[in-house]
């Protein structure tokens, strides 16, 4: 090979390289957001978070429903103290920036949480912590494995999200709604997807019913249950 031939090859990799760097930003902004929080536009509001600015909300109170969030779950996940940079939008401008996603909220990898306008609610905060802790205890590499039904029945579970009934007592899914991809988890619908959430919180109920909380410990050392028996 010659030397004018490899620094072709080389030119035309670094290329590629770049196009795939820039689209993979593009296609995630929130990712390019939690590298630099400030050129979104978003000011800091103190314990690694940052907010979009002049929207009413003042970033006190922001760091109060975090803290409130953090304390909220480390009884049962252990120390959570803010171990992800959390970004806040209030406004469909600022969503907009972000890639106007309409999820009510996104964890990405171990150290990344997105809260859009929908999503600044005291639930959605506790349970993307609650991802994050989770993804960070297992490791990045290994967080992409976890069974989608035990990383979202965890997050509503111990968020208590209060739209799900999560009383062992009262609650039934069918085993079919609990998903093992998180890829097939996003391709369902508006009525699938919620029923596959709610099934994989009142999973996590009945688990810790019939096994004691040892189950979530287990969760976080990446030890992941079986689907439990159906009520
Ligand atoms: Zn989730």
Redesign the pocket.
Known sequence: MTAGYRRAVTSALALAFAFFVTLFFLSFPPVFAGLCPRCFGFVPAGDNIFIEPNAGVAPAQVRADVRAAVAAIEPVVGAAYVPARVLVCFTEGCNGLMGGTSTI?M?YGTRLIYLPPQGYRPEIMR??LV?AVLHQKVGLRRSFSIPAWV??GL??YVSADPRVDLDPATCRFEAADLVESKAELRRLGPVKGPQA?GAAGCALAHLVAQNGPLVIAQILAGVYPSKPRRP
């Open positions: 909220g964890t349970h993307e991802h990383d979202e997050a509503v959430y």
